[in-house]
């Protein structure tokens, strides 16, 4: 599994069933991790030997992965690119509809599970920033429901009522 980095370099980020000498050309994508970004950002699942890679390039990455056959898949999450699986066979077919929709759908869940797991660290540093600029705000800060009672309320608007934000959360 490759994954972009802050430089929009795609960096291996886990790898199964591949030997110490293999995942070390891992590592570098085999020396083609622009085919690579470039076939996965074409959205569609590429079998490597095809005709979408050139014949002594194919050669090459089945030779150094130790694999009969590659499957590229890219991990998509809403039409963005995440990153890109390369999905290695030793000893059996993977060229067959079973084995293509198994890795689109493989592709589509690690890009959803990803995403999501992007989204949610946005919205831990989001409410970070919040309670930051809450909690250190110089105003007094409440927030009320619709029915008027107080669901949140900051240090500073407790400190001039002469209570505990505790005290606050809950009163009308």
Same mark, same amino acid.
């Given at each position: 599994?490759?994954?972009?980095?802050?430089?929009?370099?795609?960096?291996?980020?886990?790898?199964?069933?591949?030997?110490?000498?293999?995942?070390?050309?891992?590592?570098?994508?085999?020396?083609?991790?622009?085919?690579?970004?470039?076939?996965?950002?074409?959205?569609? #699942?590429? *079998?490597?030997? &095809?005709?979408?890679?050139? /014949?002594?390039?194919? !050669?090459?990455?089945? %030779?150094? $992965?130790?694999?009969?056959?590659?499957?590229?898949?890219?991990?998509?999450?809403?039409?963005?690119?995440?990153?890109?699986?390369?999905?290695?066979?030793?000893?059996?077919?993977?060229?067959?509809?079973?084995?293509?929709?198994?890795?689109?759908?493989?592709?589509?869940?690690?890009?959803?599970? #990803?995403? *999501?797991?992007? &989204?949610?660290?946005?919205? /831990?540093?989001?409410? !970070?920033?919040?309670? %930051?600029? $809450?909690?250190?705000?110089?105003?007094?800060?409440?927030?009320?429901?619709?029915?008027?009672?107080?669901?949140?309320?900051?240090?500073?608007?407790?400190?001039?009522?002469?209570?505990?934000?505790?005290?606050?959360?809950?009163?009308?």
């Amino acid at each position: 599994l490759y994954l972009y980095d802050d430089d929009q370099r795609l960096v291996l980020k886990h790898q199964i069933g591949f030997s110490k000498s293999e995942t070390a050309r891992l590592q570098s994508a085999f020396g083609y991790e622009r085919l690579f970004a470039e076939l996965a950002h074409q959205g569609k #699942i590429v *079998l490597i030997p &095809s005709g979408a890679v050139r /014949a002594e390039t194919a !050669q090459q990455l089945i %030779t150094e $992965s130790g694999s009969s056959s590659l499957l590229l898949v890219p991990v998509l999450w809403a039409s963005v690119v995440q990153g890109v699986m390369l999905l290695g066979a030793r000893d059996i077919d993977i060229t067959g509809e079973d084995a293509l929709s198994f890795a689109r759908v493989l592709g589509a869940q690690m890009g959803q599970a #990803i995403g *999501l797991a992007q &989204s949610f660290g946005n919205l /831990a540093a989001s409410e !970070q920033r919040y309670r %930051t600029l $809450s909690d250190n705000a110089n105003d007094g800060i409440t927030i009320l429901s619709v029915d008027g009672v107080i669901r949140e309320s900051n240090r500073r608007m407790a400190e001039m009522l002469g209570c505990t934000t505790d005290e606050l959360v809950g009163r009308n």
